[in-house]
């Protein structure tokens, strides 16, 4: 198979460069008839090394490399990938992007089980950096006060508002 050191070294040859640059100026039909002679480029760089990136050459891989690949369904995931905002096109804004708090405790169990800082302190330390101020901000956008609520810095008819006062009326809403 193809293992991170061709990928890496058909990456170096330009090969990912030049897929993700047709994919986003081609139409799906431009693509679909691109697509075999970046395919025959692909084998012949796998046959040859011409450009000197492999470690060396694959001609076994160059003859077993399926002649669809890579996948029209695949580009397609890759290039446009499935967000919550795509997938749900009666998202709108911010406020609603997120529904459900975030579970702190089966989420720092998560991180003690799946990642090497999984340990308490470093545990408190990666989400007092990374995830309290996001949920800080998940709070202030859901938050009933009369206070500023965050979202309504999003609106347009808040942008006539001076920044001074927005980030005044932003900090009352925090003491």
């Not at 997120?98 to 470093?122: M, N, P, Q, R, V």
């Not at 949920?135 to 001074?164: A, F, R």
Request: hydrophobic share 35%; with cysteine; proline share 6%.
């Amino acid at each position: 198979g193809m293992g991170i050191k061709i990928a890496m070294g058909l990456a170096q040859a330009g090969f990912g460069t030049s897929l993700g640059n047709v994919i986003r100026m081609y139409s799906p039909m431009q693509l679909e008839s691109f697509l075999p002679g970046w395919h025959k480029s692909l084998v012949d760089e796998l046959w040859t090394n011409k450009s000197g990136r492999l470690p060396h050459k694959y001609p076994q891989l160059s003859k077993t490399l399926p002649t669809r690949f890579p996948e029209m369904t695949i580009l397609e995931l890759y290039s446009n990938p499935l967000t919550s905002e795509r997938y749900d096109q009666s998202l709108q804004g911010f406020a609603t992007l997120w529904t459900k708090a975030a579970d702190i405790g089966k989420l720092s169990h998560f991180c003690e089980l799946y990642f090497d800082w999984g340990h308490e302190h470093t545990i408190l330390e990666k989400f007092r950096t990374l995830l309290w101020p996001g949920i800080l901000i998940q709070g202030l956008m859901k938050s009933p006060s009369p206070c500023l609520n965050v979202s309504e810095l999003l609106t347009p008819q808040y942008d006539n508002i001076d920044s001074t006062l927005r980030i005044q009326q932003f900090k009352n809403c925090l003491l």
